[in-house]
């Protein structure tokens, strides 16, 4: 089967195989249609993938079928040990795993090896701890006893964006350690990191058909996988008009259980006793991390009055400087927009955000090629109802209003369609509570944004969806919970 050789970080020679992963083994598509795969840092193509047609998913997905038959009856401790060998192996692959990312996603290197390969590690270790402690409860009753039993769901469905691979190792690690099987399908832009993973999947000794994985289009490969019948889960991370298909196939079709985790417009507000530094820290962090491209981006900024200006202007000087360009060289600071198509999409925003009356403080454009590179951006005092205080423009944009009191800050916060993350700064341990409780978000950061751990639960209420990845609360969307009740004599 075709493969392709890639040079990362140093000059590291990557060999990824291109075709999709099914049964263990790499086959080409049915009709042998592809995928270009690019390099948003250099513009160019960088790769060519297989694109699973329907047959493709209904092959993916009857090899689930027939590998949960055993993999059912799977000891826990054996299942277990094989989630932990796979994270040795994707530990131990650290540098080709944030070589592939920085080349087909354009994710700065060292960001990847400091924070998304070592976070996939501990969701796989997280979880391979679950496999033996998914017991139920016995519950009393008038008539006698009854007892009820959380199992797996059975043949699974994920489908994943392209920001990062971490939100793969999600999925993968909840579904696998709470006894399923998966059918993965990746982002059409950034499929080869699970292509290497498959790899890594063989060599730790993953019987065939417990994961597969198929790299092709949304429309097609993604879509049918929503629809399918033998499908009894499909979890999804995407955009909201994503997300509402995914609801749609499953209402169509067999009424799956379905996740959703969808986009955000994340406040981060800053109270005037916070410690400024490390707000700044933070903000500046929420806002440029993935160059934006991060569902959690803390993008709406709301600053106190008394220390607005100053916020601003230091706000802008450390966003202002950073290096752009290739994204396997340790000096750079500064990835890409995915695509052209996203920056255009970004563009545009900062189109409109220069329209919108408000003040732009730095950036808004294109820095030089090759490569999709967008200055970072602050727009200041800008207008609640704004479009870019309203909409997830997912780039280095950050839209700053100032307030006035808590109460208003809340209101400002909440005057959105989305509630993923949000991030409130204090010294005052009240305002930190109260606003933590008045926030509507899935997750609030205090004094810190965006704290990702394999424990705890992250999601979105509102239109950022419903369901979680990591921690215990995903147990619930990967298992269901069955009772049996027993009379007395
Ligand atoms: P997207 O366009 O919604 O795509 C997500 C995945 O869905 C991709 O694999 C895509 O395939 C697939 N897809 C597209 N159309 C489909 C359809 N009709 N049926 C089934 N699957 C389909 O999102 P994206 O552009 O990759 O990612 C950006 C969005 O994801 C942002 O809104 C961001 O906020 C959100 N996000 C949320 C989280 C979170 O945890 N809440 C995390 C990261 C990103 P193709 O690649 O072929 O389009
Ligand atoms: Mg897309």
Known sequence: MASVTIAGYRGRQITVQTGLFIDNQFVPSIDGKTLDVENPSAGKLLATVSAAQKEDIDRAVSSSKKAYESWKTTSPSARSQLILKLADLVEQHTEDLASIQALEAGTLYTESVDFHVPSSVKALRYFAGWTDKLDGLSLNIPQGLSYTVRLPVGVCGAIIPWNTFLIGFWKIAAAIGAGNVVVIKTAEVAPLWAQKLAELIVEAGFPPGVINITTGLGT????????????????FTGSVRVGREIL??????????VSLELGGKSPTIIFADADLNNALYWASLGITMGSGQICASGSRIYVQDSIYDKFVEEFAARLRDGIHGDPLLPETTKGAAVSQSQADKVMNYIKQGKESGAKLVCGGEMLPGPGYFIANTIFSDVPQQATIMQEEIFGPVASIARFHTEEEVIAKANDSPYGLSSAVFTTNINTALRVSQGIEAGTVGVNAWGLANPNVPFGGVKQSGFGRDCGQAALEEWTKIVYSSAKNR
């Open 220 to 235: 097609v490969a993604g879509q049918y996988l929503a629809e399918h019948h033998d499908v009894r889960k499909i979890a």
């Open 248 to 257: 749609a196939a499953s209402s169509k079709s067999n009424l799956k259980k």
